[in-house]
């Protein structure tokens, strides 16, 4: 399985960026794909991640109305529309899916543990 992200850069608090992924590979259809994201200094968190299954989503608080996820399960991509970005929005994201069978609702999957595979990260600077 590979993953190739793509959209990052640079922009001013207010602005807005859009990233898209792309998985290949897969071969049975996945359970959970989306975005995470570490910022200098800190740990890799969950941003927005979507259900293979039932479309279901998860947003951190920080992101909540301003961030949005879409997917396409028959091309197997996923994007994250990114509005009134903040500089506390700049880290590396990493597009990342699972492809194994979980009990585990989105949320927890949206997690370092809980993904199978990643993109090589995308830098997006928002800068004030």
Same mark, same amino acid.
């Given at each position: ?20 992924? #792309? #998985? ?25 991640? #979507? ?44 597009? #990342? ?32």
């Amino acid at each position: 399985v590979q993953l190739q992200a793509s959209g990052g850069g640079s922009v001013q608090a207010g602005g807005s960026l859009r990233l898209s992924c #792309a #998985a290949s590979g897969i071969t049975s259809g996945y359970y959970a794909i989306g975005w995470l994201r570490q910022a200098p200094g800190k740990e890799r968190e969950g941003v927005s991640c #979507a259900s293979g299954i039932d479309g279901s989503t998860y947003y951190a608080e920080s992101v909540k109305g301003r961030f949005t996820i879409s997917r396409d399960n028959a091309k197997n991509t996923v994007s994250l529309q990114m509005n009134n970005l903040k500089p506390e929005d700049t880290a590396v994201y990493y597009c #990342a899916i699972r492809v194994r069978w979980s009990h585990l609702g989105v949320p927890d999957l949206c997690t370092v543990k809980g993904m199978h595979y990643w993109g090589k990260g995308t830098l997006v600077t928002v800068s004030s």
